[in-house]
């Protein structure tokens, strides 16, 4: 698989930081790391990347589907991830690849495939 900038959405600071070792150590690059509804939004916007991952759930329990959305709009793919309690995707984003936690190494590798595969 060749070189990608990922985005990761992620309101966890220290999942974060394990998503951004996890790419690195894949030989990709972060594009950057957003952690609300209002910066994710923002990065689509003005952030350079091959895939975003995008947290179900963000600050004050938001649901994350609005970024998904702009993604699609933007023509650029995704993938979501989660843990815990899963509110179902929108049936526009439910053929979307998913990475549930707790995230491996192995798991991120197959779900960078997939999603960068997907477009």
């Known amino acids: ?38 910066a994710g939004l923002a990065a689509v916007a003005d952030i350079d990347f091959d895939l975003a991952m995008l947290d179900v759930n963000l600050r004050e329990r938001k649901a994350s589907w609005p970024i998904a959305d702009a993604l699609d709009e933007a023509g650029k793919p995704f993938l979501f991830t989660s843990g815990g309690d899963l509110e179902k995707p929108p049936e526009r984003h439910r053929s979307r690849p ?11 590798r197959a779900a ?8």
């Open 1 to 38: 698989m060749t070189k990608a900038r990922i985005l990761i959405v992620e309101d966890e600071a220290l999942i974060a930081m394990m998503l951004e070792d996890f790419v690195e150590t894949l030989g990709h690059e972060v594009a950057g790391i957003v952690d609300s509804l209002e």
């Open 98 to 108: 998913f990475l549930a936690k707790p995230f491996t190494l192995e798991g991120v």
């Open 112 to 119: 960078l495939e997939t999603g960068l595969q997907t477009e």
